[in-house]
């Protein structure tokens, strides 16, 4: 009796471990880019959640030149005009986000982007900021709610710099999953 027991509870304990560690892309509430560590071929950001092996595309970019937090940031540039990408995979319909990132640059062609592989179902592109700290970093938000017409696809958020003479720094990439509306 006592064996059939622990058999139980073990089996209900293996099962709400399995539950918890499911890596769907809303399994995660949040997911940041502090741009602190990158790949060994530094090829990719790698967030610094324990656990959680996450990546960044564009690790390249990381820079010591100036950052929000931390050592370092994302510089773009017109050599590297790409910084800090995620995609969120397999979105649903009403689920909403909530996407920031701090830029710094005294220019308005350094934005953040919101789009699924084809351009005509999703391109949000966010360059106006909702503040600016004492330091200059400005942050960029903004909250999105998956329509019906994107169910299935991979949205992908990532930084740009449309600016051939300005450098641009971006730090502090945060992805945060807000449930279903």
């Not at 800090?84 to 220019?107: F, L």
């Not at 709610?145 to 641009?168: C, F, R």
Request: with cysteine; net charge positive; glycine share 4%.
């Amino acid at each position: 009796m006592k064996k059939t027991k622990l058999i139980i509870i073990l089996g209900l304990l293996t099962i709400t471990v399995l539950t918890r560690c499911n890596r769907s892309n809303n399994s995660l509430e949040e997911v940041v880019c502090t741009a602190e560590q990158v790949s060994d071929d530094s090829n990719k950001f790698v967030s610094e959640k324990k656990f959680i092996d996450l990546t960044f595309n564009n690790g390249r970019t990381r820079s010591a030149e100036m950052a929000h937090s931390g050592k370092y940031s994302c510089k773009l540039s017109k050599k590297n005009p790409y910084g800090m990408t995620y995609s969120i995979r397999k979105v649903k319909p009403k689920e909403q986000y909530e996407i920031s990132v701090y830029r710094k640059t005294p220019s308005k062609k350094a934005v953040l982007i919101i789009a699924t592989p084809d351009p005509k179902n999703l391109y949000l592109s966010i360059s106006d900021a909702i503040e600016t700290d004492e330091k200059g970093w400005d942050l960029l938000q903004y909250k999105l709610t998956i329509p019906e017409k994107l169910n299935g696809m991979d949205v992908a958020i990532y930084t740009w710099l449309q600016d051939t003479i300005n450098n641009a720094y971006f730090d502090d990439l945060s992805i945060k999953f807000l449930g279903q509306k």
